[in-house]
C-alpha cells in the first residue's frame, strides 16, 4: 500500500529512480517507521496513563526519523522549487491526526480507521507524481491518489469478510450466509465497478486503468460464494500480492 503507488507515481511522471525520486522514497520509509512507536506511546498513554518504562527509546524511535523524513521534503522543497509538496504534507498530516484519534479512541481495528490508513498510505502517489512534476493539486496525481485508494480500500472489507468466516469447522455457509456476511465487500465491488465505468466514461483515466482492476475484482467476487472456514495467512498473503503486482503493472502501462 505504500511502495506500489509510489513507483506508479513515479512511473507516471517518468522520473522513477531519479534522484529527486529516490530522495523521496527515503523521506516516505523515515516517516512510515516513526508512526508505530507513536502509535505505541499514545495507547499507553491511554491505557495506563504513562509511557512505560522504554518511552525514552520509543520517543527516539519516533522523534530521529520522523525529524529526518521531514528534512528530506524540506530540502527537496529548497533544493528542487517543489513547493505543492506542501499540499501532500497537509493531507498526510490531516489524514494522520484522523487516524491518531481514531488509535486513542482504541478504534483502530475499525473499518473507518482501517480506509483512513489505507488514504495516507497510498498518498505516495500523488507524492511521487508531484516530485517529477512539481504538480500535486492536477488531474493525474489526484486520479492515481483516487484509484490506488480505491484499490487498496478493497482489502479492508476482504480481510473482515475472511475472518468473519474463520474458526467455523463442521458447518457449511449457507449462500444466504455468505452473501450476509459478504455484504462490505459486495457494496465495495458495486461503488468500484460504478466508480470506474463514470471516469472511464468521463475520459478522466485510460480504459487501460480500469483492467487494472478486473484481477481483484474477479478474485473477490469468487470468494463472496466460494469462501470457507479455513484462513492460510501465507497463502492469502501471496495471493495478495501477486494481485497488487498485477495492479503496479497494468496501471504503469496505463499511464
Known sequence: MLTVPFLIGGAAADSIISGTWLAGLTGVLLLYISRPPLALLM?????????????????????????????????????????????????????????????????????????????????????????????????????????????FGGSVF???????STGRA???????????????????LLVTSVSLIAIGVAGLIPALAIAAFLPVIIWDAVRVFAIDNSLRIRTEGFIQMGLSLAFLVIMVAAF
Open 43 to 151: 495507547k499507553r498513554k491511554m491505557i495506563d496513563g504513562g509511557f512505560g518504562p522504554d518511552a525514552a527509546g520509543l520517543w527516539l524511535n519516533f522523534l530521529v526519523p520522523a525529524a529526518l523524513g521531514t528534512g528530506v521534503f524540506v530540502w527537496l522543497m529548497i533544493a528542487e522549487g517543489l513547493t505543492q509538496l506542501l499540499w501532500a504534507g497537509a493531507c498526510g498530516l490531516s489524514l494522520f491526526m484522523v487516524h491518531g484519534y481514531l488509535v486513542l479512541k482504541r478504534r483502530e481495528r475499525s473499518q473507518m480507521a482501517e480506509l483512513v490508513g489505507v488514504a495516507m498510505l497510498t498518498l505516495t502517489a500523488p507524492l511521487a507524481v508531484c516530485l517529477g512534476t512539481g504538480e500535486f493539486i492536477a488531474r493525474l496525481p489526484l486520479a492515481l491518489w483516487f484509484l490506488c485508494a480505491l484499490y
Open 158 to 164: 476482504y480481510v473482515k469478510l475472511r475472518l468473519r
Open 170 to 188: 463442521g458447518r457449511q455457509l449457507s449462500r444466504s450466509e455468505k452473501l450476509h456476511r459478504a455484504r462490505g465487500l459486495i457494496a465495495y
